[in-house]
Every structure is written in C-alpha cells, then in structure tokens.
C-alpha cells in the first residue's frame, strides 16, 4: 500500500473505491453533518462517486486532495485530512474529518499537522487557510494549535449560514 504521509501513529493515503463503506460511515455520522455538512451520500455507490468525482478528481487537477487517514497498527481507516482548493475561496484550505471513536486521542492534529506541513513545504502552498462553523470549538483549538488563527466571519455560497476563516 502506497501512502502520501508517515506519521508516528498513521498512515495519510489518496482515498480508493475500496474506502467507500468507510466514507459512507463517516459521511453520515451526526458529527460530520452538524460541523460540515450532508453531502448526499446515501448509500456505497454515492460514497464511491464521491471519491471519484469529488476526491480523485482534485488530486488530478491539483496535485493535492483529501487523503484518508490509517492507524499504522492494523491500516484501519480513523479519518480524513487534506487540502482543497474551493471555487469561493481566494486561498487552498485544510480540512479534517475523524469517527467519533477515534476523536480526544490526539489523530486529528497529528495527521492535519502532516498534511499542513506537506503542503507548505513539500508542495509550496502559501498560505493555508481553514473554514470552520462558528460552533465547532474543538475544530478551532486544533486551527490555533497548527498556528493559525480566525480571522473574519465568511459567507457559504448557496447556504443561509456564516463560517469562520482561519488564517
């Protein structure tokens, strides 16, 4: 198996069609849709066009994307963290995503502090920014801890609500 990061603890890999169960888990948990939104995805062969179309698509034009995050001890998918360039978004943002089993253990930062810094300095990206709902205080701590900090509230296109930047 191929793998984009090493970490102490993970594995940061590009996302396959053989992760759609696990992208359908954590797509569809409470978590995810309360801090970052439905994406729509019902059922496995939703969650597979979505790493086709949305996931691998993105490494095809940018070089970069969301990667799923593995534990290192058993290559059990725990999470995503990558970089995205939005359309409504003047700079390439970080994003993260973990099963509720596998978030206060330290996984998240570990691996979006990997992906941060891969695309600083392997990649050349600068700045990074980060979008975060307002509610989502865990998400923030972990922005200021990668040394970001928030900057001014933003508006979601198509969406009623306002979301904080982070840079």
């Not at 359908?24 to 979505?50: P, V």
């Not at 990206?125 to 865990?138: C, E, K, L, R």
């Not at 509230?153 to 009623?160: A, G, I, R, T």
């Amino acid at each position: 198996m191929s793998y984009i990061l090493e970490t102490e603890r993970l594995l940061i890999c590009k996302a396959t069609i053989e992760d759609a169960p696990f992208y359908f888990e954590l797509m569809n948990d409470s978590s995810w849709i309360e801090n970052i939104g439905d994406r729509g995805i019902t059922n496995l062969k939703d969650a597979e066009n979505y790493i086709v179309d949305k996931f691998q698509k993105h490494y095809q034009d940018y070089g970069f994307g969301f990667y799923t995050v593995k534990l290192k001890t058993d290559l059990t998918n725990i999470g995503m963290s990558g970089l995205v360039k939005r359309d409504f978004l003047e700079h390439v943002d970080i994003g993260y995503g973990f099963l509720p089993q596998y978030t206060g253990k330290g996984y998240a930062f570990e691996a979006t502090k990997a992906v941060f810094d891969y695309g600083k300095n392997t990649l050349n990206i600068n700045p990074i920014i980060a979008i975060v709902n307002g509610t989502n205080t865990a998400s923030q701590k972990l922005l200021n801890k990668l040394g970001l900090t928030f900057e001014k509230w933003v508006q979601l296109p198509e969406e009623d609500k306002k979301i904080q930047y982070f840079s």
